[in-house]
């Protein structure tokens, strides 16, 4: 049986007017309309999460998700926790020269099994932290737009984390060029991402010098981040990009680069990004069908950015690409061209793009089921199971979005994880997806286990909370402390249940498989 205190009394309410029932004990009543938004806009809905909106309020809940707040959204002890992570700290320059040296003493011993142990740990070492403070945020933050922006960015300025020094930079690239930036200006994003060592790695703009251009970068950045394949960009434009962006690279070492005396007012430098002037082609181009004045300097490339961030191609690629991310994977023109309209009269905002979306008229008329990513699911089924308990192991949920083809950091190439239904759902997923489901549920997932000794602690680093106080279950004849959220399950459930779970759930007695049952379930794969 799942306990039924205060907590869940109150959060049944407000769920009960999610099923269309006014309560007395919701100051706003929670629409099944209210219901769809807030699972688009949330790593899937808590009890806590319900509570809040209701008490205030469509609107006010709304204005409060389109503002960034950075780690404010965090409860103490988990930004402590984050705080204590080393890559809060690195310089990732000093850790790729670290990397670096530790290589050289592992090759001048001649051992090429300790050259790989030293490769693979450093490299493991940064991004399992990078994906511990994402988690951490993604599930526990409040401001959970947020969060879904930094993975929605992430994704669309893709980096591939095993590449040169990506691997030691990503966690810097996805908390200084990503996550300041998912609710401002396109343009500030845009430029972070080109000025940043891991995205001039990745696309090899590092390599684009005057008189032997790359042209990855040139045509990625038209494709994939700004005006999108079929806005009409010509091979010429690409050409004319890259050699706008040639000099834009980086330095690691821990000298400072030299400079040419003749052209030293025309150096950029800021972290490990740097702008060599004596690498850029500064000749005059035609760029997107115009003339554009070359320059020695990062003017240049700064005026290039700004002129493919108004595009009007720009616009509707970017509108478009959002609203299939949180209103439907085929969103309908008029939608697409409202959000267009608002991101060239706010010159990018995309806050104010974001609010045209969820306008609650535009948004209810045209909202359309969608089935969940691998990270949508598997952070859901944890806030669903665990509510505000906060896992002490990251690891597990590493390997099952691994497991499920979304390896975070992983993906090959730069267009980044599909959106839609067809990307995921298949035989292949529901399958693992069903296997997952048991282990996300399991008292022995090692989720509140340390992450060093694969112990289960006594107690929680947060305070546990009362109203889910964890219980024992008899697995092959022990005792093993379960951590489930007994009160925000009893809460949400009826949002998945379905004729066909229900009856399944009244014949199931331990309350593991019950949660495994309903995370496995098709209402529970759609949101």
Known sequence: MWASPLKTILSTASLLAACGVFTAGAATPISAADLRLIQRVTFGPTAETLQTFSREGRHKWLESQLHYVGDQCLPAGIRNRIEKLDIEHDNPAAVWRARQAALKEAREQGSQQARMAVRREYDRQSLAQAFERRTLRALYCSNQLQEKLVWFWYNHFNIYGHKGITPIFVPDYEEQAIRPHVLGRFQDLLMATLTHPAMLEYLDNARNIKGKPNENYGREIMELHTMGVDSGYTQHDVQELAAILSGARFYVKDKPPRQARRLSAYYVEHGAFIFDPTRHDAGDKIFLGKPFKGSPGFDEIERAVATLARQPA???????????????DDPPKAVVDQMAQTYMKTDGEIASVLRTLFESKLFD???????????????????????????????????WIKGLAEAPYGHLTPEGYGMTRGDWANADQLTKRLGYAGQLASPRNKLFASAHSGLAPRENNIALNPASAAYGESISGKSTRSYLDNANLQALKPIYESPNLSPLLNKTHRTAQKAALIISSPAFMEY
Do not use: E, H
């Open 314 to 328: 720009t616009a509707r690629f970017i509108s478009r690409k959002l609203a299939t991310y949180f209103l439907s």
């Open 365 to 399: 008329a045209n909202v359309k089921p969608k089935f969940k990513d691998p990270v949508q699911y598997i952070y859901s089924s944890i806030r669903l199971l665990y509510g505000d308990r906060v896992v002490l192991n990251t690891a597990p949920i590493q390997r």
